[in-house]
């Protein structure tokens, strides 16, 4: 039935019909691929618990189009994990949080462990704390595309008030001898600020950020109005005052109009966005390598769980989660829209690990793997905008640093020495530009991932060699000098979860480098370290040393002081532990067959390539472009 449902969802959209669900409302073209348009008419779904049946479905859905529907009441309460206690010692760097429990809010010290059941079904909130924000704030840096939505409403009202501060007193200066002198003309130098004081208490940079426009525009009048009343007060000339405000008003209300034509929204997205912060947690790419491990840890901590993936390694990895009362499988592609869709609504979160894992397998066909990495990208984004989804976590790579002599950290310049990392960085800059207020995206750089997983793979270097440890007796070292930065799989998967626990002041539109300083090393010492917990399982291993491959002069070596210094994030599994893992399974038999292609990003792309441009296959998803 969900098969047929969706068939004929996707045939009446390719037929211009509008399936349940859409609306002519709010309506999102863009580009996402070589002569083709994306075009959403997306609507939230309806309250689960006010929809009694079809009959009143259909009414609410009318209602919900005319704008008349009734306002959702947020949960009070928030999901946690069951048991008997709840630890909150390491929420992110906020000394107290907040128990919100019946409505009630009450402030307790950080590190106390909530003993009553009934409690544990509270809202655990870390309190942003002004420290906190300000370092968060640091490490984004200063640029203009650095500014969060907020901080760019502050830029350009001050600089409206500055332009209209410069055009009085050249006014002044030309036509009112005598009223440029200090004691008169400082009122008006400080219209500027008094303006965005009077922003400030008017409450235009918090609870009117989401308003329409008109309403802003009321008030923008009227903190101008009290601005020129608050500089005459203080004796400011008439003239000047009167030119400022009208130099200054032009610009701030028709900014926001201008600004507010294609991101026109509907009032019943925004109070759905407010309902839906506690739904489940999406995973694109949760049957793969990281996704295993994120998909496990989240339903441990008692989230909701909803997968999005093709399947592209089978069904064998997630088999046990698929009973479970809190997970959910969609398959699927994240470029089909309808899946994309049915798997967002009524989300609160989205982690993005779908595309393709390394320079190998995106050196298979570029066109798949723009496709796959930064098409599929931008629409996770627009579909998670257009449902209300507020918190979006997506899976870069330190690969982007390429090259480097010295310690890079998140404010480091770029260096791509691949097409991988190239599209890594192109994902990057399409979720962090024009972040809109009620979205909140953070970026985890990994660091290279090695250990057990449902999914395993062989590909990854540490995993490499203690296959060819275990199978073959010898591990041959290629780039012995090459410096890698290397993170537990399971670590990953807490870095992720860590995240989405945090405030959202605090990790919106930020990178994380993930992965810890004790666990950088050479080629040439994970190659030693990987034939020393060999021999605890078998017998001497030989290490055959090659020169550095001219295809890959990756090396680098990476901070990950940033992760641990704003949200106290320190990994758990070291070099030594994570191989001995693998090394044990492959003592016990569990990887008999590591070599085959099921454990390999580069075989496994190869087939999807096939389907990719099979005809068929290719209608259901967007934008594959055809060659020859």
Known sequence: MEARRVRQRALAVRAGRAPRGFHPGAVRSDRCGPGLHVRLRLVP?????????????????????????????????????????????????????????????????????????????????????????????????????????????????????????????????????????????????????????????????????????????????????????????????????????????????????????????????????????????????????????????????????RVLDRLMYGREPIAEFIAHPRFELIEGDVTEITKLTSAARNASAVIHLAGLVGDPACAVDPDFTRHTNIVATRLAKEVAQSLGVYRFVFASSCSVYGVSDTEVDEQSALNPMSFYAQTKIDSERELLHAVRDDFFVTVLRFATAFGHSGRPRFDLVANLFTAQAMTEGGITVTGPQQWRPFVHVRDLARAIVHVLEAPAAVVQSQVYNVGARRLNATIGQLGELVADVAREFRGPVTITVREQAAQDRRNYLVSFEKIRRHLGFEVETGLADGIREVARRFANGSYQHDRDEVYSNVATTRRAVEHFYDPLESQRLYAPRRVG
């Open 45 to 305: 779904n309806l309250e689960p618990h006010r929809v009694r049946d079809r009959r009143e479905h259909d009414r609410e859905l009318q209602q919900l189009v005319r704008g008349r529907a009734r306002r959702p009441r947020p949960p009070l309460t928030d999901r946690q994990p069951s048991g008997p206690s709840i630890s909150c010692e390491n929420l992110v760097d906020s000394r107290f949080v907040r128990l919100v429990c019946g409505g009630v809010e009450q402030r307790q010290e950080r590190g106390c462990v909530l003993r009553d059941p009934e409690q544990a079904r509270t809202r655990l909130v870390p309190v942003v704390t002004p420290t906190a924000w300000i370092r968060a704030r640091l490490s984004r840096g200063w640029s203009l595309s650095s500014l969060g939505p907020n901080e760019a409403r502050l830029l350009f009202d001050a600089a409206a008030g500055a332009a209209g501060l410069a055009a009085a007193l050249l006014f002044l200066e030309l036509f009112v001898p005598g009223s440029t002198s200090l004691r008169q003309s400082l009122p008006l130098v400080a219209a500027p600020i008094v303006f965005i004081a009077w922003n400030v208490l008017a409450g235009l940079y918090t609870r009117l950020r989401i308003a329409a426009w008109q309403r802003k525009a009321v008030v923008l009048v009227g903190t101008v109005a009290a601005t020129s009343v608050s500089c005459l007060l203080l004796g400011a000339p008439v003239p000047g005052v009167v030119l400022w405000g009208l130099v200054v008003t032009a610009p701030v209300v028709l900014g926001r109009a201008f600004v507010a034509l294609p991101f026109t929204r509907h009032t019943s997205l925004v109070t759905t966005l407010v309902a839906h912060r506690h739904g489940p947690v999406v995973v694109l790419g949760g049957a793969g390598y990281i996704g295993w491990h994120t998909v496990d840890l989240l339903l441990q901590r008692g989230y909701e769980v």
